[in-house]
């Protein structure tokens, strides 16, 4: 699915957001937003999935105006939503059973995702019964079951620990890769940004607008950050980062 802004602006009363953002996403493509915190990220995603609307400008979905959610366009938070009286197999389901599935195949295309994202023998638990990693692993499956054309991301892995987050973004980059839905990620982490995008906007504080969009199509997809050394440093350096006391001697994760 093709996504278009076109001059969008976004303000709260008397606080503007962002400013004439234009950009156009092709199907397919993995964009990430990277930036100051309360730039406008969360907000531009939340427009995508039709939370909020616009101040001024047009957004569009394959020449449709996105006006309001549809399940083409499904949004993952940090926090990963699942709800706690409900197993991890029926949390997954309801995704299809507000498609109106009927409950029993939904329960059968349940287990099949939850085994996808490595949870096979944790159906029947409860949200509160797993780790943090394991709860947005089902959040995942619960995204990618409905299999939504648009998967919006809005800093997915913030709130897990390092190596956590660095295995669920193999596991991320594995089921877009099958799956090939048009990906939006927001995150605050420029190593997770490098890692899984194809194309990376990096965003000036509030009000929004694009310092410089970077093209990763090149660079091979690897946790070895020597891969994407010279273009880490540089997105680092448009956020205002001191590269020399950044640069990682392994893999942390971290958070920019």
Not at 27 to 56: F, N, R, W, Y
Not at 114 to 129: I, K, N, T
Not at 209 to 231: N, Q, R, W
Request: charged fraction near 25%; proline fraction near 5%.
């Amino acid at each position: 699915m093709k996504l278009n802004f076109s001059q969008v602006t976004k303000s709260f009363g008397d606080l503007n957001v962002i400013k004439q953002f234009d950009t156009s996403i092709a199907d397919g493509e993995i964009v990430a937003l990277v930036g100051p915190s309360g730039c406008g990220k969360s907000t531009l995603l939340h427009m995508l999935a039709g939370l909020q609307q616009p101040s001024s400008g047009s957004l569009t979905a394959d020449g449709d105006s996105v006006a309001e959610p549809s399940p083409e366009r499904t949004l993952v938070f940090q926090e990963h939503a699942l709800y706690p009286w409900m197993t991890l197999r029926d949390n997954v389901s309801l995704a299809l059973e507000f498609q109106d599935q009927p409950r029993k195949e939904s329960l059968v295309e349940a287990e099949k995702w939850l085994a996808r994202v490595q949870l096979s023998g944790f159906e029947d638990y409860y949200p509160h019964q797993v780790s943090g990693g394991m709860r947005q692993r089902c959040a995942l499956a619960r995204a990618f079951i409905a299999r939504p054309k648009v998967l919006l991301l809005d800093e997915p892995f913030g709130a897990l620990d390092a190596l956590t987050r660095m295995t669920l973004q193999s596991v991320l980059k594995d089921l877009i890769e099958e799956e090939r839905p048009t990906v939006v990620l927001v995150t605050h982490d420029v190593d997770e940004a490098l890692y899984l995008a194809d194309r990376v906007m990096v965003f000036s504080q509030r009000p929004a607008t694009v310092l410089k969009e970077v093209e990763l199509g090149h660079i091979p997809k690897t946790h070895d950050l020597s891969a994407f050394a010279d273009v880490r440093r540089e997105v680092l350096n448009l956020l205002g980062i001191d590269t020399e006391q950044h640069e990682p001697k392994d893999y942390q994760g971290e958070m920019a």
